[in-house]
């Protein structure tokens, strides 16, 4: 099992930046991917951004060239810098990760993002 630990919501501005993280409670081996989704009020849970073993990454339209995933495997933690937040970037962002062998991904417990106009 692994659990996974996100961190770094919060309220921000329009305009403004948040890092959230994103920690594995043990070494991961076997890393397919992992990736940061969310969900606002009475929509579906959406991919955000993703970064491959390979640390291939892909980001949806609504935020690429503002938002940045990346990976430090020696601390098994996956981040998600956001800039020039928007309020409609208002959601619980949640992480995802794949493993081999492993048919079912693990979540984390989410945290709250909220922009402010």
């Known amino acids: 099992q692994v659990q996974l630990v996100e961190s770094g919501g919060g309220l921000v501005q329009a305009g403004g930046s948040l890092r959230l993280s994103c920690a594995a409670s043990r070494i991961i081996v076997g890393v397919i991917a992992m990736g940061w989704y969310r969900q606002a009020p009475g929509r579906q849970r959406e991919l955000v951004a993703s970064i491959n073993s390979g640390g291939m990454t892909n980001y949806a339209d609504s935020v690429k060239g503002r938002f940045t995933i990346s990976r430090d495997n020696a601390k098994n933690t996956v981040y998600l810098q956001m800039n020039s937040l928007k309020p409609e970037d208002t959601a619980v962002y949640y992480c995802?990760?794949?493993?081999?062998?492993?048919?079912?991904?693990?979540w984390g417990q989410g945290t709250q993002v909220t922009v402010s106009s």
């Open positions: 995802k990760l794949n493993l081999l062998k492993t048919p079912s991904p693990y």
